[in-house]
């Protein structure tokens, strides 16, 4: 099942390093929790291929109880490739169940 959303990118920072994510829109995380809840992996990861640009990759949505929603991490490869920053709004397409 495939999902699209757009939101701003925003960093955590740590004392090793900046992660960044997008947060998905509260009632698309409530459907997609709804719909595969019961499927989540460690820390209550969902899988999932995401689409952002022409580049694709795995990786997983992960609960944040503080913004009520999933995260999507956004490693530094795709940042690169797509010039994404923090601020920027980003387009993602995330399918669910390949």
């Known amino acids: 099942m495939t999902f699209k959303f757009e939101n701003k990118v925003w960093i955590y920072n740590t004392v090793k390093a900046a992660w960044h994510f997008i947060t998905l829109p509260k009632s698309l995380a409530q459907e997609i929790n709804d719909l595969f809840g019961d499927q989540t992996k460690g820390w209550g990861s969902i899988p999932v291929e995401v689409s952002v640009g022409e580049t694709k990759w795995l990786t997983s949505i ?15 490869e795709v940042r690169k490739s797509e010039n994404i920053s923090e601020g920027k709004t980003v387009k993602v397409e995330i399918t669910i169940g390949m």
């Open 62 to 76: 992960f609960p944040d109880k503080k913004k009520k929603s999933y995260v999507l991490p956004l490693k530094a």
